[in-house]
Each structure stands twice: as structure tokens, then as C-alpha cells.
């Protein structure tokens, strides 16, 4: 064996052999947080939901020490009424929308949402005046603040959720070119070890392979 073979066997090879896997190992890492990371931020992109405390602050200086039942405002045309159907209306919640005024209210709110947007936004909103109860504060004013609150929420989740949306094409293509890098490394290593394989490494004598 001579000392070029003999570097290339116990070397090249090796290196080679190394490298490659060291670069499979590293996609296969990389892919898998980057699906991970994205699959989270698009996730949590989603989520409008208005802490009850951020609420409370915000109304505290100016109201505290009252649990009205007035009809909360709205922000947006009435829209008919018996638009809460498909909707669990909590029952904390049922005092302050009891009238059909209130209900028409709270429907200009959620009217556009999805189904399941509108029972979080209720469902939101009764933990946000269940808080307020508990610490004595305007109830009604609450929801004036949690309607304000929750539609920049909702409205920065839709903003979040289109630069996601024109992302796709380039995280797609990012993850096309990482599998193909992925399979090109694995062929790299599928033909070294067929190479090792195959090579007559031993010295050959007289009576044949040694």
C-alpha cells in the first residue's frame, strides 16, 4: 500500500466520512428549530388575548368602587339582533348583555371574527370581568376598555398573520433547499461507504488476496 493510498484510507476517508455526516447532523438540527421556531411564531401570532390586569390599569385613575350593569358601547354599527346563536354566552357575563341593545353591542364587535375567534373574544372578556369584580372596579367601563383593547390585539394578529403569510414562499424554499442539501449529503456518505467497500484494500501476493 502506498503512502498515497495509505493517507487515503485512514484520512481522506475518514475526514470526508466526517465532515459529511457533521453537515447532515447540522440540516437536520437546523430544519427541525427553524420548523419549530416558525411553527411557534406563527402560533403565538394568533393569539389576541388581552391580560384582565392591563385592563384594570388602564381604567383604575378613573373609575373603581362600582359593578354597573350599563350597556357597554360600541365601536361599530348595530348589527341584528340574535347574532349571539352558535355563541356560549357566559354566565358572568349574561347580566350585562341581557338586553337586546347590549347583545347588538357585543355583536358589532365579534360579528366578523371566525367561531371559534368569537367564543375566545367572549370567554376573554368574561376573565376580564370576573378580575374586575374581584377588585370592586366599574364593570362596565371594564368592557368599554377590554373592546377598545382586544381590537388593537385582534388587529395586530392579523397584521402578524399577513407578514407570515408573505413569508411562506421563501421559509418554503428555505426548506426545500435544506432536504435537498440533506439528501446530497447523504448520497455523499452512501458512496463512501460503497467506496470502502468495493476497494481492495490488503496487499496482493503470489497466492492471491492475503
Do not use: C
Not at 370576573?130 to 372596579?137: E, I, R, V
Amino acid at each position: 500500500m502506498g503512502a498515497l493510498e495509505g493517507f487515503e484510507r485512514k484520512w481522506l476517508f475518514r475526514f470526508t466520512r466526517f465532515v459529511a455526516m457533521l453537515v447532515v447532523l447540522a440540516l437536520i438540527a437546523g430544519f427541525v428549530i427553524g420548523a419549530t421556531y416558525f411553527g411557534s411564531a406563527v402560533f403565538a401570532s394568533r393569539d389576541s388575548h388581552v391580560s384582565p390586569q392591563v385592563v384594570l390599569d388602564n381604567i383604575r385613575p378613573h373609575t373603581q368602587g362600582t359593578t354597573g350593569t350599563g350597556v357597554a358601547k360600541g365601536t361599530k354599527p348595530a348589527r341584528a339582533a340574535g347574532e349571539l346563536q352558535g355563541i356560549r354566552l357566559p354566565f358572568l357575563l349574561q347580566p350585562y348583555f341581557s338586553d337586546p341593545e347590549s347583545r347588538r353591542v357585543l355583536m358589532s364587535h365579534i360579528g366578523d371574527l371566525a367561531s371559534d375567534q368569537k367564543q375566545e373574544y367572549v370567554d376573554n372578556l368574561a376573565e376580564v370581568v370576573q378580575t374586575a369584580k374581584s377588585q370592586s372596579m366599574d364593570v362596565t367601563a371594564t368592557i368599554n376598555e377590554y373592546f377598545q383593547q382586544k381590537s388593537e390585539a385582534i388587529s395586530r394578529a392579523d397584521i402578524k398573520q399577513t407578514e407570515f403569510t408573505k413569508m411562506l414562499p421563501d421559509v418554503a424554499g428555505a426548506a426545500v433547499s435544506i432536504v435537498g442539501l440533506i439528501a446530497l449529503f447523504s448520497l455523499i456518505l452512501v458512496l463512501l461507504a460503497i467506496e470502502r467497500n468495493t476497494r481492495s484494500w490488503r496487499p496482493v501476493t503470489r497466492e492471491g488476496v492475503s
